[in-house]
Nanobody, 116 residues
């Protein structure tokens, strides 16, 4: 049974930092591509950052230079380090796994609120 469990969200002031974690189980983590998406109220879910099974990364332009995605194949966890947070980063952040057979799995989401 595939599970993705996000943690690390919360309330932070503008300019602050957070690190999101997504603990995975039930599939071969090292072979999967992992991504972080976010969805703000009234907006569509958007891709924030992606890391392939080989470790290559890409980011949406609005977070380049501020967010870093990484993965630990031993801990089966993907991270999203976020710095210099802005109010427009406020959203529910979701972890997504793309398994080698093409199946996609989602976590339940974690709320990030950037506000003074």
């Amino acid at each position: 049974q595939v599970q993705l469990v996000e943690s690390g969200g919360g309330l932070v002031q503008p300019g602050g930092s957070l690190r999101l974690s997504c603990a995975a189980s039930g599939f071969t983590f090292s072979s999967a591509s992992m991504s972080w998406y976010r969805q703000a109220p009234g907006k569509e879910r958007e891709l924030v950052a992606h890391i392939s099974n080989t470790g290559s990364t890409n980011y949406v332009n609005s977070v380049k230079g501020r967010f870093i995605i990484s993965k630990d194949n031993v801990k089966k966890t993907v991270y999203l380090q976020m710095i210099s947070l802005k109010p427009e980063d406020t959203a529910v952040y979701y972890c997504r796994a793309l398994r080698v057979d093409g199946f996609v799995f989602w976590g339940q989401g974690t709320q990030v609120t950037v506000s003074s």
